[in-house]
Structure formats: structure tokens, C-alpha cells
């Protein structure tokens, strides 16, 4: 028999850097889960992505056991290591701050193509694009069409 799903907690959290102080130990304590255990297990599993940061989703049962899944990193987050900066524009409609290449936004939709609700790789970049559009990131050159 299944295990009685008590919840679900997503918190976003630097690879291999969880640690008990806020966000994550207030966020996981108040629900009854072991924090330490979380954090060496999350650690263990995003080694080799130190650094960025990963959105992850924790479900915890009524005997206070969890599973978590760890997603990848925000399509936000992908474009400006793409375009090298450290945020994006204030006025993303009048200031625009970088430009990244189709082929950019393909590798960044690739990536991203399980977490997004589209089926083909042209609408994801088109999701992508329309990120990267509301951050002051222009896209270069004409869509690219496949016939």
C-alpha cells in the first residue's frame, strides 16, 4: 500500500549548498521533516551543479518521510549565464541590457523541455524568447524555421 502524502514544499536552493538556515530549515521544521538529512542527501545528489540554483520539490508523508525531485535551473537564470550578467533590466521595454542567439535560446529550451507544458522545441523557444523578452534580453536574427 502507498504512503499518505501529508504535502508538498518547493524552495529553490544553490546546488550542493543546503544548510539548515532560512529558507530551507524553517521552510522543511515547521512541516516536521529532517532537515539535516534533507541537506546532506540534496547536497550529495547536486554535487556536480554547485552553484546554481535548482528548484526542488519536496513531498513529505504523514510518517514524516520525503522524496524530492530537483528540477532544473530557471529559464531566468539560464539566459543571464547566457548573456553574462548579474540581473536583468529595471525597464525591460525601453532598456534592453544583452542579446543572446537563437541557437542560445535553443540550448536553454532543450535543457528546460521537461519542466515546460509545450510539446515541440519551437514553442518552447518561443517560451524561452518571451522570457528572455520581459528580462531586457534581445533575441538575435529572425526565428528560425524548419520546413
Known amino acids: 500500500m502507498a504512503k499518505e502524502i501529508a504535502g508538498q514544499v518547493k524552495l529553490q536552493i544553490k546546488g550542493g549548498a543546503a544548510n539548515p538556515s532560512p529558507p530551507v530549515g524553517p521552510a522543511l521544521g515547521s512541516k516536521g521533516i529532517?532537515?539535516?538529512?534533507?541537506?546532506k542527501q540534496f547536497n550529495a545528489?547536486?554535487?556536480?551543479?554547485a552553484g546554481k540554483i535548482l528548484p526542488v520539490?519536496?513531498?513529505?508523508?504523514?510518517?514524516?518521510?520525503?522524496?524530492?525531485?530537483?528540477?532544473?535551473?530557471?529559464?531566468?537564470?539560464q539566459l543571464l549565464e547566457a548573456a553574462?550578467?548579474?540581473s536583468g533590466s529595471a525597464e525591460p521595454n525601453r532598456k534592453k541590457v544583452a542579446e543572446?542567439?537563437?541557437?542560445?535560446v535553443k540550448a536553454i529550451a532543450e535543457d528546460k523541455?521537461?519542466?515546460?507544458?509545450?510539446?515541440?522545441?519551437e514553442s518552447a523557444?518561443?517560451?524561452?524568447?518571451?522570457?528572455?523578452?520581459?528580462?531586457?534580453i534581445t533575441v538575435k536574427g529572425a526565428f528560425p524555421v524548419n520546413n
Not at 529532517?34 to 541537506?39: A, L, Q, R, T, V
Not at 504523514?62 to 530557471?74: G, L
Not at 543572446?100 to 542560445?104: D, K, L, M, S
Not at 517560451?127 to 523578452?133: C, D, L, S, W, Y
Open 57 to 77: 520539490v519536496i513531498t513529505y508523508y504523514v510518517d514524516k518521510s520525503f522524496e524530492f525531485v530537483v528540477k532544473n535551473p530557471p529559464v531566468a537564470i
Open 45 to 49: 545528489r547536486t554535487q556536480e551543479k
Open 100 to 104: 543572446v542567439t537563437w541557437e542560445q
Open 125 to 136: 523557444m518561443k517560451m524561452v524568447a518571451g522570457t528572455a523578452r520581459s528580462m531586457g
Open 84 to 86: 553574462k550578467l548579474k
Open 34 to 39: 529532517n532537515i539535516m538529512e534533507f541537506c
Open 113 to 121: 523541455m521537461a519542466d515546460l507544458n509545450c510539446f515541440t522545441i
